[in-house]
């Protein structure tokens, strides 16, 4: 069913304006790891812009903002884990994530 609760539309409208900038769009999906074979050796929990959607969508956050955030936190976290600090999207990373945490800080809880 497509019908959301409000909790679920407050997030969704947090996640849908970071995922509709075009520097998220390498967080939207899971890293290949076809593409980055040594990703988990910096990373232990994947996690990715679309996993999050996915999850807010099917209800798994429901009532737990914090389980949301720190999803998305991952997102940013494992990024800068396994990127050199000074390349292009670390700084995306960051970025998105001063961005995140602003939104996230108005939505009422």
């Known amino acids: 069913s497509s019908v959301t609760t409000p ?15 075009e520097m998220s769009l ?9 593409d980055f074979p040594d990703y988990m050796n910096y990373v232990t929990t994947p996690m990715d812009l679309g996993t999050v959607q996915n ?3 099917a209800g798994d956050y ?7 955030a720190s999803d998305v936190r991952l ?3 494992n990024c ?6 000074n390349s292009a999207i670390s700084q995306h990373a960051a970025e998105l994530s001063r961005l995140f945490e602003s939104r996230l800080a108005q939505v009422p809880r």
């Not at 390498?26 to 076809?34: G, I, K, N, T, Y």
Request: no cysteine; hydrophobic share 50%.
């Open 26 to 34: 390498p967080f939207q999906e899971a890293v290949s790891l076809e």
């Open 7 to 21: 909790f679920q539309d407050k997030l969704h409208a947090v996640l849908d304006e970071i995922m509709d900038l």
């Open 75 to 77: 997102v940013w976290s």
């Open 80 to 85: 800068m884990s396994y990127n050199a600090e």
């Open 55 to 57: 999850k807010l969508a």
């Open 62 to 68: 429901e009532g737990s903002f914090d389980a949301f």
